[in-house]
């Protein structure tokens, strides 16, 4: 067990919709970091927030946000989902921006 | 963009065998980290070497910065090794850049 939870762990809903995933990191981490993984696209860095504060942006979508709250628990927002969505996504936690990473079970999203 | 490629793409190993990662990059990094998915899914951070070796145990990594590669060496190879090895690189302007990962299958 990494320490860092996810939900929930499936998701199914249908295109046009909006979702939101929830990250609760390590106790004492201060970054999580948010990653895809699909069949089409592999693994992707989507984006990074420490201490609350957006830090590095990967290939997020315009349709996608996040946020990192005073407790440091992180939500990722999809919307206008479409099929493509469909992937797993990753939350991973780390005391600073440059250390180990921490990850979460994942959070499987299908788009019907 | 940076191009990040691994090889093998996939590998069988009789447990008790060592191997050998390969992971080339196309641009100059900032960082590179090794990545271990196992069968469930579940990823676990092994390395984060930007530059010279590190070792953990039966895991040990060599990145060469100037020649744009790095290196996993697995030694005594056990079948909880099986999954996929991804590594990862940081750019300036790319920011973390993932190879496509190596299949591994260690058989008893």
């Known amino acids: 067990d990494s320490g860092v939870t996810q939900t929930p762990k499936h998701l199914i809903t249908a295109t046009g919709q909006r979702v939101t995933l929830r990250c609760s990191p390590r106790?004492?981490?201060?970054?999580v970091y948010w990653y895809q993984q699909s069949l089409d696209q592999g693994l992707q860095f989507l984006i990074q927030?420490?201490?609350?504060?957006?830090?590095a942006k990967g290939n997020i979508l315009e349709r996608f946000s996040a946020q990192q709250f005073p407790d440091l628990h992180s939500e990722l927002n999809l919307s206008s989902l479409e099929l493509g969505d469909s992937a797993l996504y990753f939350c991973?936690?780390?005391?600073?921006?440059?250390?180990?990473?921490?990850f979460g079970p994942g959070t499987r999203l299908l788009v019907l | 963009g940076i191009q990040v490629e691994q090889s093998p793409p996939d590998l069988i190993l009789q447990e008790g065998a060592n191997s050998t990662l390969r992971c080339n990059f196309s641009?100059?990094?900032?960082?590179l980290q090794w990545f271990h998915q196992n069968p469930w899914g579940q990823l676990i951070n092994l390395f984060y070497?930007?530059?010279g070796t590190k070792q953990n145990g039966r895991l040990s990594a060599t990145t060469v910065a100037t020649e744009r590669y790095s290196l996993l060496y697995i030694s005594s190879s056990q079948t909880t090794d099986s999954g996929v090895y991804f590594c990862?690189?940081?750019?300036?302007?790319?920011?973390?850049?993932f190879g496509p990962g190596t299949s591994l299958s260690v058989i008893p």
């Open positions: 991973a936690s780390s005391v600073e921006g440059e250390e180990t990473q921490y």
């Open positions: 106790s004492g981490d201060l970054s």
């Open positions: 927030y420490y201490n609350g504060e957006e830090r």
């Open positions: 641009d100059s990094v900032n960082n």
């Open positions: 070497i930007p530059s």
């Open positions: 990862a690189v940081e750019t300036s302007y790319d920011k973390v850049i």
